[in-house]
């Protein structure tokens, strides 16, 4: 009974810290989106924090699912959400890169003639 109990305790501090580091995750992608200079840094930054914070987050939940149809619900929406993640953030530099490219050199930051 009591090898259960202990069992039971370390399962819910395994769960609060990965759900602890998902927030500071969460977090330092946000901070990442506010603070850095360009697009292409801001959505590198937001991707890759955000991504690892959902992943912590699911695997957090994944230690409580009831049963394997729930555990294998919540890795897919994660898999959904990486997959969003990816092709939203390659359209944003796309366009980014596209604009960049057709825009006058002095958008850029070249001096002017």
């Not at 069992?7 to 989106?33: K, P, R, Y």
């Not at 991504?51 to 729930?70: C, D, K, Y």
């Not at 294998?72 to 596209?98: H, V």
Request: with cysteine; hydrophobic share 55%; proline share 4%.
């Amino acid at each position: 009974m009591r090898g259960c109990a202990r069992s039971s305790t370390v399962l819910e501090a395994l769960t609060w810290l990965l759900l602890a580091l998902a927030a500071l995750f969460f977090s330092a992608g946000t901070l990442g989106l506010l603070r850095l200079p360009d697009t292409l840094s801001r959505i590198h930054a937001l991707s890759k924090a955000d991504n690892l914070g959902l992943g912590l987050a699911a695997l957090a939940l994944l230690l409580h699912a009831e049963s394997w149809a729930a555990a294998a619900q919540i890795g897919l929406i994660w898999l959904l959400a990486l997959a969003a993640s990816a092709t939203s953030g390659y359209l944003i530099a796309r366009r980014c890169l596209l604009e960049s490219q057709s825009a006058p050199a002095t958008a850029l930051g070249a001096p002017p003639p």
